[in-house]
């Protein structure tokens, strides 16, 4: 497996703000995934984090909204801009490994008011 | 396209109690079966997985049996723990047609376990 970390643990913001959340695994991956957990529901992926070029954008999502940046191989953040209250999730990081099994960082929980 | 259908919850169970969650699933190819388990406040933990049909994965007392004739991956326990209770989710692993790698979830069980 892979020891990943998430920065911050959690954050309450204010609308209209924008917060970089980091995500840090212990080894070089290839693929890293970015995905949002609204309140009492199941996981949906917004991107794929690509090192070297532009993130692949789920439907729904749009760089815009949710920048990603993978500058090397163990490391990746997410930027939620403009804010507001739809916006409070949890955001979790992950990465493939053993070309088919991901493996989840401990999350993000965002509460926008 | 991929899917993934468990049973609704909440589930809720004495202690020693015998668990099972349903998960049955629609993909193309050869898909790779997960659970994964979120206990309150955490993120995702892969609790097991099968990668081919009669593949049996287990962990902490848990199985499951990837069955492609059913396309079942029911989650068993004999005998659950006050610990377990969690959100457990079902998920698969494959390729679009398009290429693209993804993983597809279930809605999630909440399982409560109470003394």
């Known amino acids: 497996s892979a020891v990943i970390s998430q920065k911050p643990s959690r954050d309450i913001c204010q609308r209209g703000t924008s917060l970089t959340i980091q995500c840090q695994v212990d080894?070089?991956?290839?693929?890293m995934f970015w995905y949002r957990q609204q309140p009492g529901q199941s996981l949906t992926l917004i991107a794929t984090?690509?090192?070297?070029?532009?993130?692949?954008?789920e439907s729904g999502f749009v760089i815009d909204k949710f920048p990603i940046s993978r500058p090397n191989l163990t490391f990746s953040t997410l930027t939620v801009s403009n804010m507001s209250p739809e916006d409070s999730s949890i955001y979790l990081c992950s990465v493939l490994l053993h070309t088919d099994t991901q493996y989840f960082g401990p999350g993000t929980r965002l509460t926008v008011l | 396209g991929n899917s993934v259908t468990q049973m609704e919850g909440p589930v809720t169970l004495s202690e020693e109690a015998f668990l099972t969650i349903n998960c049955t699933y629609t993909?193309?190819?050869?898909?790779?079966l997960f659970w994964y388990v979120q206990y309150p406040g955490e993120g995702l933990q892969l609790l097991l997985k099968?990668?081919?049909?009669?593949d049996k994965g287990s962990n902490k007392g848990f199985e499951a049996t990837y069955r492609k004739e059913t396309t079942s991956f029911h989650l068993e326990k004999g005998s659950v723990q006050v610990s377990d209770s969690a959100v457990y989710f079902c998920?698969?692993?494959?390729?679009?047609?398009?290429?693209?790698?993804?993983?597809?979830f279930g809605k999630g069980t909440k399982l409560s376990v109470i003394p």
């Open positions: 984090a690509n090192q070297g070029s532009e993130a692949t954008y």
């Open positions: 998920a698969l692993s494959g390729y679009s047609g398009a290429g693209s790698y993804q993983l597809t």
């Open positions: 099968a990668t081919k049909a009669d």
């Open positions: 993909a193309t190819g050869y898909p790779s």
């Open positions: 080894s070089q991956v290839t693929m």
